[in-house]
């Protein structure tokens, strides 16, 4: 059973910086897409940053130059730099991740817990 497990959220002032982490666990063959995306109070989740199964990066206009989004194949691990946060970046970050399990035929979409983060005015 895969588990995916997200850390890092919190309280920051604008201006300041957060890391999130996601990692995955449990009977992985590989892991063909990561990604982050956010979903503020009100409004539809969103893209914020991914790795195509294609091997491009992708990042929303807003937080291009701001964020960066990493991995570390051999943890199964997906990060989100954060730096120079603003007030309207304040949302449930969630990470999603395709993978291939172990024996599988096709990859399956799994999603993270969520993460708050609160960026103070």
């Known amino acids: 059973q895969v588990q995916v497990v997200e850390s890092g959220g919190g309280l920051v002032q604008t201006g300041g910086s957060l890391r999130l982490s996601c990692a995955a666990s449990g009977g992985i063959f590989s892991i063909n897409a990561m990604g982050w995306y956010r979903q503020a109070p009100g409004k539809q989740r969103e893209m914020v940053a991914v790795f195509t199964s294609g091997g491009r990066t992708v990042y929303e206009y807003s937080v291009k130059g701001r964020f960066s989004i990493s991995r570390d194949n051999a943890k199964n691990t997906v990060y989100l730099q954060m730096n120079s946060l603003k007030p309207e970046d304040t949302a449930i970050y969630y990470c999603?991740?395709?993978?291939?399990?172990?024996?599988?035929?096709?990859?399956?979409?799994?999603w993270g817990q969520g993460t708050q983060v609160t960026v103070a005015s």
């Open positions: 999603n991740l395709e993978v291939r399990r172990v024996g599988a035929q096709w990859d399956d979409s799994y």
